[in-house]
T-cell receptor, first 109, second 120 residues
Framework: QKEVEQDPGPLSVPEGAIVSLNCTYSNSAFQYFMWYRQYSRKGPELLMYTYSSGNKEDGRFTAQVDKSSKYISLFIRDSQPSDSATYLCARPGFQKLVFGTGTRLLVSP | DTEVTQTPKHLVMGMTNKKSLKCEQHMGHRAMYWYKQKAKKPPELMFVYSYEKLSINESVPSRFSPECPNSSLLNLHLHALQPEDSALYLC???????????????????FGSGTQLSVL
């Protein structure tokens, strides 16, 4: 079983939709999680990080961790075509990041 | 300046060639990384340098040879590569190394745009 798993998608939504991107993780000891966004032919960039459980909000983005179900979510409100990218969840490992497989999001105008 | 600059952006090489990928950052970061990313896959760690010393080698074949000449520069020397080595090679830097125990702001990784490598 992989440490962090995601549905690869693609997930296609119309502009303005609320998007829900999800990850599951295997080890209940993990406490920190990040969401990275990667545009085509670019390196990943950090969107948000969260600790343990609960919600964290930043503009149109909300990150949520549910420890009981080992589920990590990223919600995007009022999605825009510029949000079209691959979204990678990740957790810090010793001296490295461990990434999920990534979910490709397509937001159509 | 919060950029990590990688050159070249694209590289095509034969299996007998020797080439080098270059990475530069001027953020004063002391940890630098090479990641490899195949199409539709997540980045996979290859090497980590901390304070210009090799800290992690993720069992990478010797045809990949990293070098950290100073705290701002990171090179990846390529020799006798195979077609399956074709991928996007990403350089990253962080102020400090990450800890398994907790995440801190100074562990945030900044990635370059990568070098798209094709081995013929």
């Amino acid at each position: 079983q992989k440490e962090v798993e995601q549905d690869p998608g693609p997930l296609s939504v119309p502009e303005g939709a609320i998007v829900s991107l999800n990850c599951t993780y295997s080890n209940s000891a993990f406490q920190y999680f990040m969401w990275y966004r990667q545009y085509s032919r670019k390196g990943p960039e950090l969107l948000m990080y969260t600790y343990s459980s609960g919600n964290k909000e930043d503009g149109r983005f909300t990150a949520q961790v549910d420890k009981s179900s080992k589920y990590i979510s990223l919600f995007i409100r009022d999605s825009q075509p510029s949000d079209s990218a691959t979204y990678l969840c990740a957790r810090p490992g010793f001296q490295k990041l461990v990434f999920g497989t990534g979910t490709r999001l397509l937001v159509s105008p | 300046d919060t950029e990590v600059t990688q050159t070249p952006k694209h590289l095509v090489m034969g299996m007998t060639n020797k080439k080098s990928l270059k990475c530069e950052q001027h953020m004063g970061h002391r940890a630098m990384y090479w990641y490899k990313q195949k199409a539709k896959k997540p980045p996979e760690l290859m090497f980590v340098y901390s304070y210009e010393k090799l800290s992690i080698n993720e069992s990478v074949p010797s045809r990949f040879s990293p070098e950290c000449p100073n705290s701002s520069l990171l090179n990846l020397h390529l020799h006798a590569l195979q077609p399956e080595d074709s991928a996007l090679y990403l350089c990253a830097s962080s102020q400090d190394l990450s800890s398994r125990e907790r995440y801190r702001e100074n562990e945030k990784l900044f990635f370059g745009s990568g070098t798209q490598l094709s081995v013929l």
